[in-house]
C-alpha cells in the first residue's frame, strides 16, 4: 500500500527551527513531485511548498525565505526545512505526493504537529 508518514514535528519556540521528514512508500518516488501543506483548527489547508514541473518550486509568501523544500530521491524522502518560526505557523504540515503525468493520482500523509509557542 502507499504510505507518507511524516515526521520531526513538535514544540518550538518563536525564532527556532524544525525540519520535518515526509517518508514515501509504495510508490516510484522519482514519478512524483513532493509538496507540504500546513492547517491550522479552524482554517482551511494552505499550501506551504511543492515541487512543481520542471523541478521548480513553490512557496507560500508567508513562508518564503525561511522554509525550504527538499527531497532524496536515494531514500523516497521529502524534507521541510523551517526556519525562524513564528506562532503562526502553528498547524499540522502534511506532505503529498502528486504524480508527474498521471492526472488525479495524488496521495497524503496522516500529518505532524508544529507549535511554535514560548
Known amino acids: 500500500q502507499v504510505q507518507l508518514v511524516e515526521s520531526g514535528g513538535g514544540l518550538v519556540q518563536p525564532g527556532g527551527s524544525l525540519r520535518l521528514s515526509c517518508a514515501a512508500s509504495?510508490?516510484?518516488?522519482?514519478?512524483?513531485?513532493m509538496g507540504w501543506y500546513r492547517q491550522a483548527p479552524g482554517k482551511q489547508r494552505e499550501l506551504v511548498a511543492r515541487f512543481i514541473s520542471g523541478a521548480d518550486t513553490n512557496y507560500a509568501d508567508s513562508v518564503k525565505g525561511r522554509f525550504t523544500i527538499s527531497r532524496d530521491n536515494a531514500k523516497s524522502t521529502a524534507y521541510l526545512q523551517m526556519n525562524s518560526l513564528r506562532p503562526e505557523d502553528t498547524a499540522v504540515y502534511s506532505c503529498?505526493?502528486?504524480?508527474?503525468?498521471?492526472?488525479?493520482?495524488?496521495?497524503w500523509g496522516q500529518g505532524t504537529q508544529v507549535t511554535v509557542s514560548s
Open positions: 503529498n505526493a502528486v504524480h508527474r503525468t498521471l492526472l488525479g493520482v495524488k496521495y
Open positions: 509504495g510508490i516510484s518516488f522519482s514519478f512524483y513531485n
